[in-house]
C-alpha cells in the first residue's frame, strides 16, 4: 500500500513538473515580448524543476542521493527568481519597456487627481498629514517619492 502511494506521489510530481516544462515552453514561443518570456521562463524554471526534483526525490528514498537533490532544490528555488529578476531589471536599465494592451498610466492619474484612485486615498491621507504638520516628512524636505540621482 506504501509503495502504491509513493508510486502515485512520484508519477504526479514527474508528470506535473513535465506538463509545467511543455506549458513555459508553449510561453516561450507564444508570448509578446521579453518580460511575459522571461516570466514564463522563470515558472518553468521554478516549479517545473522544482517539482522534477522533488519527484526524483521521492524515488531515491531516503538516501544521499535524496540529500542532494534537496541541496540541488534550494539552488534551483533560491536562484531562479534571482536570476529572472536581474535579467528583468537589466533589460528596463537598458531601455527595454514593456509590451502593454493599453496604456494605463493616464487613467491611474486621473483617478488619483480626482482623488477615488485605490492608493490615491492613501497617498492623498498622507500628503494632506504632511500639509497640516502631522507627519514628518521625507529627509531632504520634500513628500513623497525621492527623486532618482
Not at 122 to 134: S, V
Request: net charge positive; glycine share 16%; proline share 3%.
Amino acid at each position: 500500500m506504501i509503495e502504491l502511494a509513493r508510486d502515485i506521489v512520484i508519477g504526479l510530481a514527474l508528470g506535473f513538473g513535465g506538463l509545467f516544462y511543455v506549458v513555459g515552453a508553449l510561453g516561450l514561443v507564444r508570448m509578446p515580448d521579453m518580460f511575459t518570456r522571461l516570466h514564463a521562463a522563470s515558472v518553468m524554471e521554478t516549479v517545473g524543476a522544482g517539482l522534477l526534483v522533488i519527484g526524483m526525490m521521492a524515488a531515491a528514498g531516503l538516501s544521499l542521493v535524496t540529500a542532494k537533490l534537496a541541496i540541488i532544490l534550494l539552488i534551483l528555488l533560491f536562484s531562479g527568481p534571482v536570476a529572472a529578476h536581474a535579467l528583468a531589471n537589466a533589460a528596463l536599465t537598458a531601455g527595454v519597456k514593456p509590451l502593454l494592451a493599453e496604456d494605463r498610466t493616464e487613467g491611474r492619474m486621473k483617478r488619483q487627481a480626482a482623488g477615488r484612485g485605490a492608493s490615491a486615498g492613501k497617498a492623498g491621507a498622507a500628503g494632506a498629514a504632511r500639509r497640516r504638520g502631522g507627519a514628518k516628512a521625507r529627509p531632504g524636505g520634500k513628500g513623497g517619492r525621492p527623486s532618482k540621482r
